[in-house]
């Protein structure tokens, strides 16, 4: 079952609108997350220079029964589920009472969703499309009636948001998942400048193409008149701030029409399309504290690149095994 609560096009012209007057420019990530974006992002976690998927995927096939015991019994809500390949090793430690998948994409959302119940055919599944930075509830479901809720958020995405956004997601999910709740959640770690540039540059461009689909989005929906020729795109390490920054940069002056308004770009000017934060464990800790939830277990490959958290809520006096 699928349940539809994508932002309409008058909410995403409103978005964007304020993007664009944002210095640098700046849109929010899940635009990027069409049909086809989505279709690019699963060809990037492909890409020998892109390994968070490969590594991220790896640890939980292999502690999935810790995580599983950690977790404790509920229902699995996962945030921004794509493909949602990660989760089945878990699903099959944990065997939980239903699995809800929370996507921007529904093209790519119900899919998923098929081929989850087809390797889970005993488990409940649920799909809801819908932009989960500004979900303020869970929709009533015969599924989530009186579950404790087990919140399930790989692939570092948590990175796209500044700090001040991460602090204040961490929070939302601490209220829409209730008391009693647990988070398990990837962070991506700082490591080398040159792994990290060369895992948003893939030689085989998935990358560059993924960042100027956005432009196609943005003329298709809000009749945009962007050429995807005018712009470059760059990815590139910001050590002050332990981030990856990705953006299309005007090659030359001009002037582009979107969601009804014109918008200047001077030669060399971004886009910000989106940035990707890189937090240790203790840095994250920290920022996890400040929305609500503590630390209560962690998993991280033997290279250190990626941890895997348990957060429960600070104000929670059960240990992680569920006593």
Known sequence: MLIDLHPQPADMARLVIEGMGRTPKQLPAWLLYDAEGSRLFEAICDQP???????????????AAEMAGALGAGVVVEFGAGSARKVSPLLSALHPAAYVALDISADHLAPACRGLQ????????????CDYSHLDHLPDHPLLAGQRLLGFYPGSSLGNFDPAGARALLGQFRRLLGPDSRLLIG????????RLEAAYNDRAGFSEA????LLTRL??????????ADFRYRAWWDGERSRIA??????????????????????????????????????????????????????????????????????????????
């Not at 962070?187 to 040159?194: L, M």
């Not at 993924?210 to 689909?213: P, V, W």
């Open 49 to 63: 220079e892109y390994g968070l998927t490969r590594t991220e995927t790896a640890l939980i096939q292999e502690r």
């Open 187 to 194: 962070i991506d770690q700082p490591k080398a400048v040159e």
């Open 246 to 323: 990705m953006a299309l940069v005007s090659r030359h002056d001009q002037e582009v029409r979107l969601a009804g308004r014109t918008w200047p770009f001077a030669a060399g000017e971004p886009l910000v399309t989106e940035y990707s934060y890189k937090y240790g464990p203790e840095d994250f800790l920290a920022l996890a504290a400040a929305a609500g939830w503590r630390g209560a277990d962690r998993w991280s490959d033997p290279a250190g690149d990626l941890c895997l958290h348990l957060l429960v809520q600070a104000d929670s006096e059960q240990q992680p095994d569920g006593t």
């Open 210 to 213: 993924f960042a100027l689909n």
């Open 118 to 129: 087809e390797r889970h055919p005993e488990l409940p599944v649920l799909g809801i499309c």
């Open 219 to 228: 003329n298709r929906d809000l009749d945009g008149d962007f050429r995807a």
